[in-house]
């Protein structure tokens, strides 16, 4: 079965305490992208890649970082969270970059 | 700036009443809108990519169209298993790798 795997899907996590929100996808696709969903602000994206060992950021990647070690998994890093780093996240791929994007059941973060 | 603006933010039909939600965008270079439905407490799932005005793609009760300046999503004859959050998105040509979403709008069908 086709599908993007997040890990783990919800997390209460405190201040400054580096965690990571894996993301894996069994379609062999290139394109990747991570978002947060905040109520009223729709998807935001923070980082994308094109294919291994291409990454760039969106438009909210201030406090975020990723790598693309690997065609299948695209980790996103919270080096020291903070509070407004609260969010839903979802992680999505796509064949090349077509737009039709695959997305993960998502992550709720909690930072405290 | 580019932005996409979705309307309405809420919307309660009864079942088998027709209505259409609207995408307005403001991007310089249009290379595709797109459609989705997100579920309570699930990723969004894609329905349509439409690439130039006068374009149309339908599935099921749903049909989407395009203009050169806004999308409709038109629901003809829902049932209660249509009610979702549907969102639109778009992607320009100068920056293709970056697709920007609306927040969506929130559709309610009751029995």
């Known amino acids: 079965e086709a599908q993007v795997t997040q890990n783990p899907r919800y997390l209460i996590t405190v201040t400054g305490k580096k965690l990571t929100v894996t993301c894996s996808q069994n379609?062999?696709?290139?394109?990747m992208s991570w978002y947060r969903q905040d109520p009223g602000l729709g998807l935001r994206q923070i980082y994308y890649?094109?294919?291994?060992?291409?990454?760039d950021k969106g438009d909210v990647p201030e406090g975020y970082k990723v790598s693309r070690k690997e065609k299948r998994n695209f980790p996103l890093i919270l080096e020291s969270p903070s509070p407004n780093q609260t969010s839903l996240y979802f992680c999505?791929?796509?064949?090349?970059?077509?737009?039709?994007?695959?997305f993960g059941e998502g992550s709720r973060l909690t930072v405290l | 700036e580019d932005q996409v603006t979705q309307s309405p933010e809420a919307l309660r039909l009864q079942e088998g009443e027709s209505s259409s939600l609207n995408c307005s965008y403001t991007?310089?270079?249009?290379?595709?809108l797109f459609w989705y439905r997100q579920d309570p407490g699930k990723g969004p799932e894609f329905l349509f990519t439409?690439?130039?005005a006068g374009e149309e793609k339908e599935k099921e009760r749903l049909k989407a169209t395009l203009t050169k300046k806004e999308s409709f999503l038109h629901i003809t004859a829902p049932k209660p298993e249509d009610s979702a959050t549907y969102l639109c998105?778009?992607?320009?040509?100068?920056?293709?790798?970056?697709?920007?979403f609306g927040s969506g709008t929130r559709l309610s069908i009751r029995p």
């Open positions: 999505a791929s796509s064949r090349e970059n077509t737009g039709e994007l695959f």
């Open positions: 379609m062999n696709h290139e394109y």
């Open positions: 890649s094109m294919n291994v060992e291409v990454t």
């Open positions: 991007v310089s270079g249009l290379r595709g």
């Open positions: 439409l690439y130039s």
């Open positions: 998105a778009v992607r320009r040509r100068s920056s293709a790798s970056k697709i920007i």
